[in-house]
């Protein structure tokens, strides 16, 4: 609750204006039980009855003016406590997003996809509504029990020893609430979890609609929908039963508190000798003020209890918050005091080298990639290649430092990459992931996605180099038209051609393709990567390829197996030096094809010359 405090502190005086407000809402409000009293004087003390009726007048004005007033301080603060509250979610959200960017791949992999919409979503809102009863509540309580109590104890009609009753009472109260607390706080916090679950299931039968219809798996998932539902409806259902407890118990004692006021102050009078009209006037009138002041306080109390219920799955919701905004970064920073960037800028540009980098993941028996050591120059094609599970892109992740190496280095034109900022490093850097994911908006827009500042003569050359003329040409808005969410409205060969021209127009040192050219037929791959080699003369192409035609031309070719390097070099050399790649060679093609793939290339690279 300490960041919760903190967020809200960020508008500490429109925090104490309300507060304030609330603390005279509560004394005006008390105030009217007093006016009543003074009218039952007046009826009983002053013998004229135009006298009587003036003053009646007088203090039902007086009254009226004093419920205005309430009324006013009660919009300006539900209005003003409504502010607030959507201003703290306002900023959790940001805090989260922004805290969500920064993470990790293994720190985002460790929350998962589901739960961070859940945390950033349900969680917030949940604070949100609570908010919205604290900031009011927790004031105006504790106000009205203080004032109420003082005012009995200060008046000279009202009988002290009447307070004995609620001095019983309160603490029986707070003692069944905190029971009450005890007992529902676990379930909220698995309610969280529960509905991080059902977002799990739904969130992959909506991405996963086409194949569960494909396979007549509808039932099945509807299955799994109801049970993951169920637990949580079950979880929620045993949460409230418990909470139900609290508005009970609490009328129960508010019901006994007021019997026990009239019939304490009864025995009191029995024990007084009363026998003026206006003595015995007074004193009832005092019982009767002191109860409404019972009633202010047992209401408070009531208050109290709503914002009791909704605690639970709030501290729940914001310790959920605070495991993401307090999770440290396994990529940590660099020290930027130590960076010089005008000398970083002068360097030797386009050199990537791996020095014996090792990788495993959290928690892992066995690391998934060993020794690795390889160098790129600028105007060279590297391709890495392996059976699915080599580490293949893990290895090219840790470039831009989605992970860091466990051991070993990497370093980028002289500098350890961990001595890079890391905005600077990826500037440096073209990736484009293994999952070809589009923006909404305009081709033209998710192209500037790369590089905001390019002309339309560098978005149109990069589209040109990337292969997507042919489609675009067809296209009746061209680069303005509308790309749906996540690029549906394209085929994958189209969209895995925009990304590419997405990283191209960024024009960095480094060009990382994660398997980006598996859904491109054998003839637009060749003329793809012929055109990059044109475009690319100054950086270095790191290729991670399924398919050995589309690396045949490579400069060098890094073989893995089991997350080693078992081979490298050259088509040529591999073939005669490496099992493992001859392997591949001839699961993918035979003799004739490797062949006729090279003729092919060949031939594109002199339709290119010409």
């Known amino acids: 609750m300490k960041k919760l405090i903190k967020v809200l502190m960020k508008k500490w005086w429109l925090v104490l204006l309300v507060w304030a407000a609330i603390i005279l809402q509560c004394f005006l409000q008390l105030q009217l039980p007093d006016r009543m009293n003074s009218i039952q004087s007046i009826i009983t003390q002053v013998?004229?009855?135009?006298?009587?009726i003036s003053q009646i007048w007088v203090q039902g004005g007086y009254m009226l003016l004093l419920s205005l007033g309430v009324f006013v301080l009660?919009?300006?603060?539900?209005?003003?406590?409504?502010?607030?509250?959507?201003?703290?979610?306002k900023d959790l959200r940001e805090e989260m997003f922004k805290k969500v960017n920064t993470l990790s791949l293994s720190d985002y992999s460790k929350f998962g996809t589901a739960s961070l919409i859940t945390r950033t979503t349900n969680d917030i809102e949940q604070i949100k509504n609570f908010l919205i009863m604290a900031i009011?509540?927790?004031?105006?309580?504790?106000?009205?029990?203080?004032?109420?109590?003082?005012?009995?104890?200060?008046?000279?009609?009202?009988?002290?020893?009447?307070?004995?009753?609620?001095?019983?009472?309160?603490?029986?109260?707070?003692?069944?609430?905190?029971?009450?607390?005890?007992?529902?706080?676990p379930l909220f916090k698995q309610l969280q979890i529960n509905i991080d679950n059902i977002t799990i299931v739904l969130r992959e039968n909506l991405t996963g609609i086409r194949v569960i219809r494909a396979y007549n798996?509808?039932?099945?998932?509807?299955?799994?929908?109801d049970e993951v539902n169920f637990i949580g409806s079950k979880t929620i259902l045993k949460a409230n039963r418990i909470m139900a407890g609290v508005d009970p118990i609490i009328n129960i004692f508010f019901n006994v508190a007021y019997v026990a006021i009239f019939a304490f102050g009864y025995f009191l009078m029995e024990g007084t000798a009363i026998r003026e009209t206006t003595a015995l006037a007074n004193q009832i009138s005092g019982i009767v003020v002191v109860s409404q002041y019972s009633m202010q306080i047992m209401q408070s109390f009531i208050m109290?209890?709503?914002c009791i219920v909704l605690l639970p799955q709030t501290m729940a919701s914001m310790s959920r918050i605070n495991e993401v905004l307090k999770c440290e970064d396994t990529v940590k920073e660099c020290d930027h005091s130590l960076f010089?960037?005008?000398?970083?800028?002068?360097?030797?540009?386009?050199?990537?080298?791996?020095?014996?980098?090792?990788?495993?993941?959290?928690?892992?028996?066995?690391?998934i990639l060993e020794n690795i050591s390889f160098k790129t120059k600028p105007g060279t094609t590297t391709a890495i290649i392996g059976s699915t599970g080599s580490g293949k892109s893990t290895l090219i992740n840790l470039?831009?430092?989605?992970?860091?190496?466990?051991?070993?280095?990497?370093?980028?034109?002289?500098y350890n990459i961990k001595d890079i900022p890391q905005k600077s490093l990826r500037e440096n850097i073209g990736f484009v992931p293994q999952q070809a994911l589009l923006f909404s908006g305009t081709i033209e827009d998710n192209i500037r996605f790369g590089n905001k500042d390019a002309t339309e003569e560098e978005v149109l050359e990069a589209l040109s180099v990337a292969q997507t003329e042919h489609f675009i040409s067809k296209l009746p808005e061209g680069i303005k038209t509308f790309v749906s969410q996540g690029g549906k409205n394209f085929s994958g060969g189209q969209k895995q051609r925009l990304c590419i021209a997405r990283a191209l127009v960024k024009k960095p040192e480094i060009y990382v393709f994660d398997d980006s050219f598996s859904a491109l037929d054998f003839k637009t791959d060749a003329k793809l990567r012929q055109a990059l080699k044109k475009y690319t003369t100054n950086s270095s192409i790191i290729i991670v390829a399924q398919r050995v035609s589309s690396i045949l031309d490579a400069d060098n070719i890094i073989v893995l197996n089991e997350g080693k390097c078992v081979g490298q070099g050259t088509h040529a050399e591999l073939l005669k030096s490496c099992p493992i790649y001859q392997d591949i060679v001839k699961s993918q093609l035979d003799p004739e094809e490797v062949e006729q793939t090279i003729n092919m290339l060949n031939s594109i690279k002199s339709e290119g010359g010409n």
């Open 74 to 89: 009660a919009a300006f603060q539900n209005f003003f406590g409504t502010y607030l509250s959507a201003h703290v979610a």
């Open 399 to 414: 470039i831009p430092r989605f992970f860091d190496p466990t051991k070993g280095e990497i370093k980028l034109d002289g």
């Open 217 to 225: 798996q509808q039932k099945t998932e509807n299955k799994k929908f």
């Open 136 to 185: 009011r509540t927790l004031v105006m309580s504790p106000t009205y029990i203080v004032i109420a109590l003082v005012l009995i104890f200060t008046k000279d009609y009202t009988n002290p020893q009447l307070a004995l009753v609620l001095a019983v009472v309160i603490p029986l109260i707070a003692i069944c609430l905190v029971i009450l607390l005890i007992l529902a706080l």
């Open 304 to 306: 109290l209890a709503f």
């Open 47 to 52: 013998p004229q009855p135009d006298d009587v």
């Open 340 to 367: 010089d960037e005008n000398k970083f800028n002068e360097r030797e540009r386009g050199v990537i080298e791996f020095n014996n980098v090792s990788f495993a993941y959290p928690d892992a028996e066995l690391p």
